[in-house]
């Protein structure tokens, strides 16, 4: 090979590496989105799941101030003892806590009934909502906290 047929080639390799870079980083950014739909979805499913049930009286002792949500996402992994016929028996909701794709832990943003919607904080008396503790932006310029 010539000097000028190997410095071709290495331009040519650098080029296509160079526009692979980024549609990596597209792509994983892409699972990560995917994701963390899924763990939200989830989990908010769970949430509605143990409602419904404290809502028809399915559920054992619940707190008068919690307005049949869970006090805790760990709640909904570790059960609640039903009412009725279901009394001896614990209702699970999720098998574990999900985690966070963005932020790579199973810490996550709650949302309490009481809390003002805009908050960021949790004021611990129960969970109606999860979010990503994440400060990034999607794709599309929303926060992924705001999903």
Same mark, same amino acid.
């Given at each position: 090979?010539?000097?000028?047929?190997?410095? =071709?080639?290495?331009?040519?390799? #650098?080029? #296509?590496?160079?526009?692979?870079?980024?549609?990596?980083?597209?792509? =994983?950014?892409?699972?990560?989105?995917?994701?963390?739909?899924? &763990?939200?979805?989830?989990?908010?499913? &769970?949430?509605?799941?143990?409602?419904?049930? &404290?809502?028809?009286?399915?559920?054992?002792?619940?707190?008068?101030?919690?307005?049949?949500?869970?006090?805790?996402?760990?709640?909904? =992994?570790?059960?609640?003892?039903?009412?009725?016929?279901?009394? +001896?028996?614990?209702?699970?909701?999720?098998?574990?806590?999900?985690? +966070?794709?963005?932020? %790579?832990?199973? +810490?996550?943003?709650?949302?309490?009934?009481?809390?003002?919607?805009?908050?960021?904080?949790?004021?611990?008396? %129960?969970?109606?909502? =999860?979010?990503?503790?994440?400060?990034?932006? &999607?794709?599309?310029?929303? %926060?992924?906290?705001?999903?």
């Amino acid at each position: 090979m010539s000097l000028i047929e190997l410095i =071709v080639a290495f331009t040519i390799l #650098l080029l #296509l590496s160079g526009m692979a870079v980024p549609l990596a980083r597209t792509r =994983v950014r892409k699972i990560k989105e995917h994701d963390l739909r899924a &763990a939200l979805s989830e989990m908010r499913k &769970a949430i509605d799941k143990y409602k419904d049930m &404290a809502d028809s009286n399915k559920l054992g002792q619940q707190k008068q101030d919690g307005f049949g949500y869970p006090e805790s996402l760990q709640a909904l =992994v570790d059960g609640v003892k039903g009412s009725g016929q279901g009394a +001896d028996t614990k209702i699970k909701f999720l098998r574990r806590i999900p985690k +966070d794709p963005m932020t %790579n832990s199973t +810490d996550w943003g709650l949302r309490s009934m009481q809390d003002d919607p805009t908050s960021d904080g949790w004021g611990g008396q %129960n969970v109606f909502d =999860v979010h990503t503790k994440s400060d990034q932006k &999607a794709a599309d310029g929303t %926060n992924y906290s705001d999903w």
